[in-house]
């Protein structure tokens, strides 16, 4: 019996190292495998305007679907976006559903853990808050005891309502906490700063909401590919190299409405002159 039990371990640790040759094999080849596809799969956000949304044809659009377009270009291959949304977009690339993740996604350990991040990072938000132009808000502080809307589970909820005292009013996802502040249930709604940018590109918003406070709590974005996905990863850091040196990504923010950060103009100036 023991004899028979030992068979089977031994075919698996014979067998175990074999499949592990053909994953590390396919990681290291994600460019070729990539190029002999002749599609480069992004996932992007389908609902963060101007970061990736639909446009009146049903079509995603935005400032990430444009650099995950220049790095198809680069690779000389056609571009398939993937819709995502923060709740699948790490499962969808360690699962090979993607090739590359560009979704707003905030640089964070736990994360790093899982997937291989791009360096340089390639872009960095702000927390803000849409106010209505009624409340007369004009500084953090004014917001000790008010209601403010948010969307549940945002890492910045905690840190926000402990330094400035305003009542956090949780809801799922980013259209439910505008709705209410619509509602008049809260004054503003609490979330990343490109995003409540792009509401303000909106008539719906424009006329009655602003941001008139200053971006606080800066959180770098980060492009993530699979772990170990090296070729694929040592092309897209000498591509967010050369974005930063070109000013690609500032470009990017004007054509899409977004006053260009700190940190792209920061990164800009850092390449430039690079050779």
């Not at 609902?47 to 446009?55: A, E, V």
């Not at 976006?81 to 640089?107: C, H």
């Not at 964070?108 to 997937?115: A, F, G, T």
């Amino acid at each position: 019996m023991r004899e028979f039990i030992r068979l089977p371990i031994i075919g698996i640790a014979l067998v175990l190292p074999f499949v592990l040759g053909l994953a590390a094999a396919e990681a290291a080849d994600g460019i070729d495998a990539i190029k002999q596809r002749g599609t480069l799969i992004v996932g992007v956000k389908a609902d963060y305007k101007p970061f990736g949304f639909r446009d009146p044809q049903g079509n995603i659009v935005g400032l990430e679907p444009d650099l995950a377009g220049d790095v198809a270009k680069r690779l000389g291959v056609k571009l398939e976006l993937v819709p995502v949304v923060a709740s699948n977009r790490i499962e969808f690339l360690q699962q090979g559903k993607i090739d590359v993740l560009i979704a707003t996604m905030s640089d964070k350990p736990e994360r790093r853990r899982v997937v291989q991040a791009i360096e340089p990072l390639y872009y960095a938000d702000y927390v803000n808050i849409l106010l209505n132009k009624k409340a007369g808000i004009k500084d953090w502080s004014e917001l000790k005891g008010k209601a403010v809307c948010a969307t549940s589970g945002a890492w910045y909820n905690k840190d926000v309502a402990r330094q400035y005292g305003p009542e956090i009013v949780s809801f799922d996802g980013s259209e439910k906490p505008l709705y209410a502040m619509k509602q008049g249930n809260c004054i503003g709604y609490l979330y990343d700063q490109t995003f409540l940018q792009g509401k303000l590109l909106d008539d719906e918003w424009k006329n009655d909401y602003a941001l008139p406070l200053k971006g606080i709590l800066e959180a770098p974005w980060m492009i993530a590919v699979a772990l170990g996905n090296t070729s694929l990863q040592t092309m897209l850091e000498d591509t967010t190299k050369d974005w930063m040196k070109t000013g690609f990504i500032v470009d990017e923010e004007k054509k899409w409405g977004v006053q260009p950060t700190e940190y792209s103009q920061a990164m800009h100036e850092k390449y430039k002159g690079a050779k």
